[in-house]
């Protein structure tokens, strides 16, 4: 970490880089949230080098932030690092004190505990602590999974069943666009909520459908220039055709 704060410290001097200079904590946010997003798609591919690489390009932006932060007067990487190490001891007291967590549902009712105690400290409300910039899945379904634990939450599976169901017929009625907005935005999170009844992981799971219909329709388009096709100039049924080959293909090939 020395040896990063080194390099930062650099790229940022007056003899560095002009555009590092001129970035600000807010500027530089977006490109902590693009990294993170690339080092889940690395580890999820399961390819281990580019893992290592994308966790280091996250790293560096951590870092990198934290230097115009310490440039500002406000605190240092070294700070942000005690602060978190004083934090993780203190969450873990069945690893670095006398508590007693005999497995992992015991860990997150003792984590719980502790988050309760701390918010009463800083005059934080039990939501306050999911980021308003998290995914909106993620965001979703983590604000479910807070509220729950003051018994704010369905207590059978089939109750969020029917409120899946009911924010639909909503979506179905809705007038104008504002109004269909809205209610969308209500089927969405009712599918997170429900989704985290199931032990089901949202955001991931939208997120394999999207990479598997561009692997699809990439490969539809692949397909369509070996026969010499133009998608655009396809009709209906075509595209249909192409598209359950390039879906078979690809299943093939996983």
């Given at each position: 970490?020395?040896?990063?704060v080194?390099?930062?410290i650099?790229l ?13 904590p ?13 080092a ?12 290592c ?19 500002l ?27 007693q ?6 860990v ?8 309760k ?17 998290a ?8 604000l ?14 089939g ?12 979506l179905?009625?809705a ?10 935005g209500d ?24 990479s598997?219909f ?24 075509g595209?249909?055709r ?13």
């Open positions: 970490m020395g040896r990063m080194d390099l930062v650099r940022r001097a007056p003899d560095g880089c002009p555009w590092d200079r001129e970035q600000t807010i500027s530089a946010a977006r490109y902590l949230i693009e990294e993170a997003f690339e889940v798609d690395a580890i999820e591919s399961g390819d281990l080098k580019e893992a690489s994308e966790l280091g390009d996250l790293i560096f932006q951590a870092a990198f932030i934290a230097q115009i932060y310490d440039d007067g406000v605190f240092s990487l070294a700070e942000a690092l005690d602060a978190v190490h004083e934090k993780m001891v203190r969450r873990h007291p069945h690893v670095f004190g006398h508590s967590a005999e497995d992992s549902e015991a997150l009712e003792q984590w719980d505990r502790i988050k105690q701390e918010r009463k400290g800083n005059g934080q409300g039990l939501l306050d602590s999911v980021p308003r910039a995914p909106a899945l993620v965001r979703s379904q983590r479910g999974q807070k509220a729950a634990r003051v018994g704010f939450d369905w207590h059978e599976p109750q969020v069943w029917a409120k899946v169901l009911e924010e639909m017929q909503e179905e009625r007038e104008g666009r504002e109004q269909a907005q809205a209610e969308l089927v969405l999170f009712a599918w997170a909520q429900w989704a985290r009844h199931q032990g089901l992981d949202a955001e991931a799971a939208l997120r394999g459908s999207a598997r561009q692997k699809r329709f990439k490969m539809m388009e692949v397909m369509a220039a070996r026969q010499g096709l133009d998608l655009e100039k396809m009709d209906d049924a595209l249909d192409l598209w359950e080959r390039a879906k078979a293909a690809c299943l093939a090939e996983d």
